[in-house]
């Protein structure tokens, strides 16, 4: 029988309009994106966000830098943003030019202002199970299983990566939802004699089809989080023929994208409400 394909793009919208909703309840709402330089997949996330965020009536702030912006000068930009009582909710689009350092640029955020949480007290935070801002993909994942009652509590689960954005957060969920969660990467040998054990498999490699249906289990609940360019177009981590094995399984496109994009809406709401709620903005 064939998988039920989890339907991301409806859920997403409907997760958009509840976002709208309380924006409306809430008042001005601020959210700015920086970009520096960037391929032309970080100016369609970038564009995408933007035009999210204006539709749910927070206030957008598009900030584009040079390609040539030194690492001192986006600091600054940031100092700036953080500084700014309209900006609730900031993000840094990532990857940065080669010669700035990611990692020192994510540590200058304002934690309460990390919309993407990936600063290291969010991150921090989420790894002790008291999560704050959670990375919008990995909430996404979580609210995609939630919405078709995946049973978490008990199950096996697997997760293919181990990025911060991703392939973490999604695992740490995962254990506190109480499943038994084991992490693949590139060193892992004999990955389908793992990824046949799951019954929640969760990919985020960005290897083209690279899960073909013998190394999926009858009945397992299958998220592609993988978003990979080819002369066919977008695909996903997962072969299409998963499909004849799986229970249940997200499309690309219209599966994990949409609700990394709602969740992000979801958490600028998030920091907003905690600005105001602890007397910060
Ligand atoms: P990343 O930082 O490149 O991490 C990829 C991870 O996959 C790494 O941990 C890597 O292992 C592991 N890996 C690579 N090849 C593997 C293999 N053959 N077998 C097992 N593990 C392997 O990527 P990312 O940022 O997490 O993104 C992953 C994918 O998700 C990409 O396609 C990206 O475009 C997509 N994505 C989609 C969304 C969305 O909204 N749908 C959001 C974010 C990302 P090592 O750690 O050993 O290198």
Redo the contacts with the bound molecule.
């Keep these: 029988m064939a998988a039920t394909m989890m339907d991301g793009k409806a859920l997403a919208e409907r997760v958009r309009a509840e976002v709208a909703e309380e924006v409306r309840a809430f008042g001005e709402i601020g959210l700015a994106t920086v970009l520096v330089g960037g391929g032309a997949a970080s100016q369609v996330y970038i564009r995408l966000k933007q035009e999210a965020a204006a539709k749910a009536g927070i206030a957008a702030k598009d900030v584009r830098l040079p390609e040539t912006t030194s690492e001192a000068e986006l600091l600054e930009v940031v100092a700036g943003l953080n500084a700014d009582d309209a900006v609730d909710a900031l993000l840094v689009q990532l990857p940065v030019p080669k010669g700035i350092d990611e990692a020192k640029v994510i540590r200058a955020l304002d934690p309460d202002k990390d919309v993407d949480g990936l600063h290291p007290l969010n991150a921090g935070e989420l790894m002790l199970a008291r999560p704050r801002i959670l990375p919008a ?1 990995a909430r ?1 994942v979580m609210e995609i299983l939630a919405e078709y009652r995946i049973e978490l509590d008990g199950a096996r689960a697997v997760v ?4 911060e ?3 973490k957060p999604v695992a740490q969920l995962l254990e506190q939802a109480n499943a038994t969660v084991t992490i ?5 040998r004999d ?1 389908a004699r793992v990824t046949l054990d799951a019954e929640v498999l969760v990919v ?4 083209a089809a ?1 899960i073909s249906p013998d190394m999926v289990a009858a009945g397992a609940a299958v998220i592609d ?4 360019r080819t002369d066919a177009g977008l695909v996903g ?1 997962v072969d299409p023929g998963v499909a004849n094995v799986a229970a249940y399984l997200t499309p690309v496109p219209g599966g ?2 949409p609700m ?1 994009i709602a969740c992000l809406l979801q958490n600028a709401v998030g920091c907003a409400r905690f600005r105001r709620e602890n007397g910060l903005a």
């Design positions: 993909t996404g293919v990566g181990r990025s954005i991703v392939g693949c990467h590139s060193h892992t990955l985020a490699a960005g290897r690279m989080v993988g978003i990979n981590d994990v994208g990394t």
